[in-house]
């Protein structure tokens, strides 16, 4: 990276001219095999997320919002319906590398450094790149999450929001065309929570990846997302997909636009309801 | 910083905790050279310490040449005990299917009392190097394979999505993050192997041998020599303590991440 920060571009307005679909679920179903009885964790999942899109999905504890984002990985596969990335099977996209995952638990080597970490995922995925590219780029991307002068030390000396950037940076030195991200700032405090959101932004802004983000934070998914896709229990399905009417880029002040409140309020009225319809 | 300002006050420290238990050592051994002189204790029966550290230095050669024989044992059986322990849990973690008929004949093996064998061993091999190393092997690579296989199953499931998301096989993730996440794991199970290997050496040396420490030890009482059994014993003690440090200090340097207690304590 540059020394100068590159201009922030705001994002593509996608009711103004709709992006082409990245990630697409049709008629998706997932059942749990629990000892010869099954259960259906996910029904009936219809998902358009266009290129460059940053999508929110939120839901309750254990409504498989994260089942769904293992489908897009290529972690496990749908018993019914079709799930395509990048117009082609998440298996076949993972092994080109066009997917980044990151999930809640950091999950960092402890015997790696830093920078050591952030490049280990590029490293096992392709073996024919060099050393040193793999090492540069992992620096690249460190020092976009905000890690340089980092890059020597072990995660036990990394507090837990540095060890999230440096999940993300590995997610990044993969270059993938998409990020899925698993709850990456669930187990943070609020204030580091603030800060990743706002690190996530300035990422996406700069780099034009598609974003699938798992969270059960009401305001997190708000801040963040053009997008919200609302998922309900028993068995999951989405309820219902709210498109933000905030602009971007965003900031401190978007906290305090009246369309952030609204927003807000509506989703935690959906999820109430779906909570309620469930128990 | 903090950690070079350290050492000195950590070796004074270190030897004001210890000055206490040699106090107490060197109490006792007065209080048992005192008890033998006072209630005149026959020398094959419990001999005194002045005896036992004159034999020691009288017998240094004796003792040296069997503690060389006994070490040479020890070290070939822990090393094959290590080497079987771990093959066994990496074939268990890899294979599943195979792994799944392996792992309870070896538990159930585990529970056959190994010094049982040692005849059985000599019988076969006669009475040189191979009965005894066999013998350590098979009493020492269980908390090897257990130690290993724990290490490589207990891997956090998130860090294996995430190599598969990169089209990682478990070949690859056996590799790349199993095998270095189980050493902890494994050192700890490598110090316990280590010392059932010096168990093991001694048994299969009472077995049937005609050289070494736990022979010395037998053919010593058989001739109501018992200081030389005392120190012998004291010899096969020393040579497990070396046995056991480098092993600890193998572990501090394949495993530097491991947080130190002194890290956590600074803390």
């Known amino acids: 990276m540059a020394s100068a920060r590159p201009v922030l571009r705001p994002a593509p307005a996608p009711a ?3 992006a082409p679909v990245h990630l697409s ?155 899925l991200l698993d709850e990456p700032f669930g187990a943070l405090d609020a204030i580091t929570r603030e800060e990743m ?16 983000l798992v969270t059960h934070a009401f305001d997190e998914a708000v801040f963040l997302a053009s997008d919200i896709h609302v998922m309900g229990t028993g068995p999951a399905r989405i309820i219902e997909t709210i498109a933000s009417d905030l602009p971007y880029p965003r900031d401190a002040q978007t906290y305090r636009d009246p369309r952030f409140a609204a927003l807000e309020a509506r989703l935690r009225e959906l999820l109430v309801k779906s909570h309620k319809g469930a128990t | ?66 503690a060389l024989v006994t070490a040479e044992e020890i070290l070939i059986g822990f090393i094959l005990s290590a ?42 091999f006669g009475y040189d190097l191979a009965p005894k190393v066999l013998l350590i092997v098979v009493i020492a690579f269980f908390p090897v394979a257990i130690g290993m296989l724990s290490g490589l199953q207990s891997v956090d499931p998130s860090l294996v999505s995430l190599m598969r998301s990169v089209g990682a096989g478990p070949g690859t993730i056996l590799k790349r993050v199993r095998l270095p996440h189980a050493l902890p794991q494994l050192m700890a199970g490598l110090k316990v192997a280590v010392t059932l290997s010096v168990i093991g ?22 001739q109501l020599e018992t200081a030389l059994v005392f120190a012998a014993i004291l010899f096969v003690s020393v040579l497990g303590l070396v046995f056991y440090y480098v092993v600890e200090m193998a572990e501090q340097y394949l495993i530097p991440w491991a947080p130190k207690f002194a890290d956590a304590n600074n803390r």
């Not at chain 1, 290129?51 to 496990?76: N, Y």
């Not at chain 1, 002068?149 to 990044?172: D, N, T, W, Y």
């Not at chain 1, 802004?205 to 598609?210: G, L």
């Open chain 1, 25 to 179: 679920a049709e008629g998706v179903a997932v059942d749990f095999d629990l000892g010869g009885r099954t259960q259906r964790v996910l029904t009936d999942i219809h998902l358009k997320i266009g290129k460059g899109q940053l999508v929110a999905l939120v839901g309750p504890s254990g409504c498989g919002k994260s089942t769904l984002l293992r489908l897009f990985a290529g972690l496990m596969k749908p018993s019914a319906g079709k799930i395509e990335v990048a117009g082609m099977s998440p298996v076949e996209a993972a092994r080109q590398k066009r997917i980044g995952v990151a999930f809640q638990d950091a999950t960092l080597l402890p015997w790696k450094t830093a920078l050591d970490n952030a490049a280990f995922l590029l490293e096992t995925a392709d073996p024919s790149l060099s050393r040193a590219e793999v090492r540069a780029r992992a620096e690249t991307n460190l020092h976009l999450v905000g890690l340089a002068g980092a890059e020597g030390k072990r995660p036990s000396q990394l507090s837990g929001g540095m060890r999230q950037r440096v999940a993300i940076a590995r997610a990044l030195t993969l270059d993938p065309e998409v990020l």
């Open chain 1, 197 to 212: 959101g706002t690190l996530l932004l300035d990422i996406w802004q700069r780099t034009q990846k598609t974003v699938l």
């Open chain 2, 201 to 222: 050496a001694l048994v299969g040396e009472f077995a049937g041998a005609s050289a070494g420490l736990g022979y010395l030890i037998q053919f010593a009482s058989t």
């Open chain 2, 83 to 124: 080497v079987t322990g771990i093959a066994v849990a990496v074939i268990i973690a890899r294979f599943e299917t195979f792994g799944r008929a392996l792992y309870p004949l070896i538990v159930l093996f585990q529970n056959v009392p190994k010094v049982a064998l040692a005849p059985i061993f000599i019988l076969w």
């Open chain 2, 1 to 66: 910083m903090i950690t070079q300002a350290l050492p000195t006050p950590r070796i004074s420290r270190a030897l004001i905790d210890i000055t206490p238990a040699i106090l107490l050592g060197l109490v006792c051994l007065v209080l048992w050279e005192a008890a033998i002189w006072l209630f005149k204790v026959e020398p094959y029966v419990l001999p005194a310490p002045s005896a036992i550290a004159l034999v020691m230095i009288e017998q240094f050669p004796v003792l040296a040449v069997a």
């Open chain 1, 16 to 18: 103004e001219q709709p």
